[in-house]
């Protein structure tokens, strides 16, 4: 499972409820690993072990046509269904620190995750509390990115995402 790192740093217990409804929460997930500088973490279980690898799959070379309808499919902050959001668009790829606000910059720097100098996507629409971490998924339900972004939760409309095949773990 992949997800924000600032969204678990730090949490004793992490659960994870399958979007197939499934066998019920996955519980015990702990941090296997990380890139701090993406503000990414990757989960892992016993639990998780045992049942059948029907994830997500990522987009292993990205073409331009991946990118021309993506949505995020994720659990915005207080649903707890998944929800799809349909329809956003990357307007740029560019360094984090050209689209967050100034005061972001100091925050994230001071934070040291994500790293200001990493490349992102910044989408058009803002990043809602609870869809940090959520998949950017094409019109072929492929990953191209992890969302990220809810600065001040939510209240500094932006967005951005970290291209999947940048991720180093």
Same mark, same amino acid.
């Not at 409804?21 to 929460?25: R, S, T, Y």
């Not at 915005?76 to 329809?87: E, N, S, V």
């Not at 409309?157 to 999947?164: D, F, K, N, S, T």
């Given at each position: 499972i992949v997800t924000a790192l600032h969204g678990v740093a730090g949490c004793k217990n992490i659960?994870?409820?399958p979007a197939s409804?499934?066998?019920?929460?996955l519980k015990q997930l702990e941090i296997v690993s990380v890139d701090i500088d993406r503000d990414a973490a990757l989960l892992w279980s016993a639990e998780l072990e045992s049942l059948p690898a029907d994830g997500l799959e990522p987009v292993d070379t990205p073409q331009p046509e991946d990118y021309l309808q993506l949505d995020v499919l994720g659990y915005?902050?207080?649903?707890?269904?998944?929800?799809?959001? @349909?329809?956003? $668009?990357i307007l740029e790829q560019t360094e984090l620190g050209n689209i967050v606000p100034p005061e972001a910059i100091l925050t994230l720097s001071e934070r040291d995750s994500p790293a200001?100098?990493?490349?992102?996507?910044k989408l058009q629409t803002h990043v809602v509390p609870g869809h940090s971490g959520a998949p950017i998924i094409n019109g072929d339900?492929?990953?191209i990115a992890v969302a990220n972004g809810g600065l001040d939760l939510g209240r500094v409309?932006?967005?951005?995402?970290? @291209?999947?095949? $940048?991720?180093?773990?």
């Open positions: 659960t994870a409820q409804g499934g066998p019920g929460p915005p902050f207080g649903m707890f269904r998944q929800q799809l959001t @349909p329809k956003v $668009d200001i100098d990493v490349d992102v996507f339900g492929k990953v409309e932006m967005g951005w995402a970290v @291209p999947w095949q $940048d991720i180093a773990w």
